[in-house]
């Protein structure tokens, strides 16, 4: 299979706490993107990083990438109740166009 | 970036019977992409649609169970045929609105009884 892993499965902490999320994997690609994805609706596209990128930012949203070790990782910072959901890595393969995502990580942030 | 209007949001449907689900995006795109979201699991593309030619499946789907068809650039539909409870699953349609990722339809919640 093509599909990414992610880690941990699932992740439970409380408000103010970071989260963070790991993603492998398996072929060269032209970007990393990640997204959230609340109550099995549609998806929210958060971040895409390139790989020639090693790090980005987005509010309180870290992002990095390590082409050599084909990994990323998402760190949301002072999370909230509202972060609750499960959040997807996803690669775009170098010369296609469509995404192959991770087997996903589901948050949930306590009050 | 595009915004695309997804339906049914849900349904239930009859084994045996089949349901289309449309895509209306607000914008011209070349490809649009069906993605299959089984209970409790990450996303699965189905097929890419592209305006004027066939759409190309991906392994393990076949036209015959999911015909798509894309009869401008601005609209899509997947057909979900001879449903079996297997087929219960969220079916999403997709856009790619780079550089700023792909845009994403609300999703169709399919249950098959």
């Known amino acids: 299979s093509q599909q990414g892993e992610e880690d941990p499965q699932a992740l439970s902490i409380q408000e103010g706490e970071n989260a963070t999320m790991n993603c492998s994997y398996k072929?060269?690609?032209?970007?990393l993107q990640w997204y959230r994805q609340n109550s099995g609706r549609g998806l929210v596209h958060l971040i895409l990083i390139r790989s020639n990128e090693r790090e980005k930012h987005s509010g309180r949203l870290r992002v990095t990438l390590d082409t050599s070790k084909k990994s990323s990782s998402l760190l949301i910072t002072a999370s909230r109740a509202a972060d609750t959901a499960s959040y997807f890595c996803a690669t775009d393969g170098t010369g296609f166009q469509k995404l192959v995502f991770g087997t996903g990580t589901r948050l949930l942030v306590s009050p | 970036s595009a915004v695309i209007s997804q339906k049914p949001s849900r349904d239930i449907c009859q084994r045996g019977t089949s349901l289309t689900i449309q895509c209306q995006v607000d914008s011209q795109v070349t490809m649009m992409f069906w993605y299959r979201q089984q209970p409790g699991q990450s996303l699965t593309l189905i097929a890419t649609a592209n305006q004027g030619s066939e759409a190309t499946y991906e392994s393990g789907f076949v036209i015959d169970k999911f015909p798509i068809s894309r009869p401008n650039l601005t609209f899509s539909t997947l057909t979900v045929s001879n449903m079996s409870p297997e087929d219960s699953s969220i079916y999403l349609c997709?856009?790619?609105?780079?550089?700023?990722?792909?845009?994403f339809g609300s999703g169709t919640r399919l249950t098959v009884v």
């Open positions: 072929t060269s690609i032209n970007n």
């Open positions: 997709s856009v790619d609105g780079q550089p700023r990722g792909y845009t």
